[in-house]
């Protein structure tokens, strides 16, 4: 196979990923909002009663005790709560990379001159001139991936 050919096989495998990833953050915004909403105060003290009801009554002397169903229900929500923590951490390193190829792109646009034709005119006087380069440059890595830490 040729060089060119592995490049663009490569580059349109990126594509794919990519937007495999958004279709997976997009879904899993979903199931995170649907899963909270889910978990009325109801529904939790019930979940509750039938995990008590069940761990009384497989209560089998010497292999499964009530010290031993708290540790494992501890356990679980720990495994969650590290996948959750992981999975917001990839997205913010992924926001952080998406900012700084934007801010990138914005530095070599305003690096090229212009032609004549497609520069803007000149502000009238009742405008003010953007403050700083923010409009330019969009949010620095550390904000992006606040802002996506905070979905």
């Known amino acids: 196979m040729k060089f060119g050919a592995l490049q663009r096989r490569v580059k349109r495998c990126e594509q794919v990923m990519a937007v495999r990833i958004g279709e997976t953050q997009d879904n899993w915004g979903v199931l995170s909002q649907v899963w909270r909403q889910g978990w009325s105060p109801l529904r939790i003290v019930l979940v509750g009663l039938a995990g008590g009801f069940i761990a009384g009554k497989l209560e ?3 292999k499964v005790n009530g010290a031993r169903w708290l540790q ?3 356990s679980v929500s720990s495994l969650f709560a590290s996948a959750q923590a992981a999975f ?3 997205v913010a ?3 952080a990379e998406t900012a700084d190829d934007a801010a990138d792109q914005a530095d070599e646009a305003t690096e090229q001159p212009a032609p004549a034709a497609a520069r803007p005119a000149a502000r009238p ?3 003010p001139a953007p403050s700083g380069d923010t409009e330019l440059r969009g949010p620095r890595p550390a ?3 606040t802002e996506m830490s905070e979905r």
């Open 60 to 62: 089998v002397p010497g």
């Open 72 to 74: 494992m229900v501890g």
């Open 88 to 90: 917001a951490t990839v």
């Open 93 to 95: 390193a992924q926001a």
């Open 125 to 127: 006087a009742a405008q």
């Open 143 to 145: 904000e992006a991936a």
